[in-house]
């Protein structure tokens, strides 16, 4: 992703908005017996694993933040900064795998629908607010924890990591399984 050219920002919002349709499409379908399902390749439930996919949205807002920090800092700091998350890979990836199963038990579907369009919301007026320097800013990451992590990803490549990471997640749902 890092380096692929200027970012083209309605081509993101459309993106934005694929994503937050599909996702409510899926709810709005889904039965109490679909959503218990379990996944493709996963230990979630589609009720879980639809959760960890509007997180993956959620956790680009504290990512942009990080890029506005670290992208004003030499780059070996978010190298070193990158290491020691990499290093603690094994309780991040604990801590990704239990969060989705304690949240559906407080945050019902109602809720994560509701949940997912601030969050789009949110990604929507930031991404137009954000200057084209802003946008060329980048970090690295931690490319452990993520396989949509790159070794160093720019602001513009954050707005385009969530959709990435719905999409993948999208095809281990189980709800259109009938049979």
């Known amino acids: 992703?890092?380096?692929?050219?200027?970012?083209?920002?309605?081509?993101?919002?459309?993106?934005?908005?694929?994503?937050?349709?599909e996702f409510h499409r899926l709810l709005e379908a889904a039965s109490a017996d679909d959503?218990?399902?379990?996944?493709?390749?996963?230990?979630?439930?589609?009720e879980q694993l639809l959760w960890h996919?509007?997180?993956?949205f959620i956790v680009v807002?504290?990512?942009?933040?990080?890029?506005?920090?670290?992208?004003?800092?030499?780059?070996?700091?978010s190298r070193a900064f990158a290491r020691v998350l990499d290093a603690a890979t094994v309780p991040f990836d604990?801590?990704?795998?239990?969060?989705p199963c304690g949240a559906v038990k407080v945050i019902g579907p109602r809720r994560t629908g509701a949940?997912?369009?601030?969050?789009?919301?949110?990604?929507?007026?930031?991404?137009?607010?954000?200057?084209?320097?802003d946008l060329a800013r980048g970090m690295h990451y931690p490319v452990r924890w993520d396989p949509f992590f790159e070794e160093y990803m720019t602001l513009a490549d954050i707005y385009r990591y969530p959709t990435r990471h719905f999409d993948f997640?999208?095809?281990?749902?189980?709800?259109?399984?009938?049979g």
Do not use: K
Not at 94 to 99: K, P, Q
């Open 35 to 46: 959503l218990a399902r379990p996944t493709r390749g996963t230990r979630w439930t589609n």
């Open 53 to 56: 996919m509007l997180f993956g």
């Open 169 to 178: 997640h999208h095809r281990q749902l189980t709800l259109d399984d009938r």
């Open 94 to 99: 604990l801590v990704n795998y239990l969060g």
């Open 115 to 133: 949940q997912f369009d601030r969050v789009i919301a949110a990604l929507h007026r930031g991404l137009d607010r954000e200057s084209d320097a």
């Open 1 to 21: 992703m890092a380096g692929s050219g200027p970012l083209n920002r309605q081509e993101v919002h459309g993106e934005l908005e694929r994503a937050r349709s």
């Open 61 to 77: 807002r504290a990512l942009l933040v990080l890029v506005r920090l670290f992208g004003r800092l030499p780059r070996g700091v």
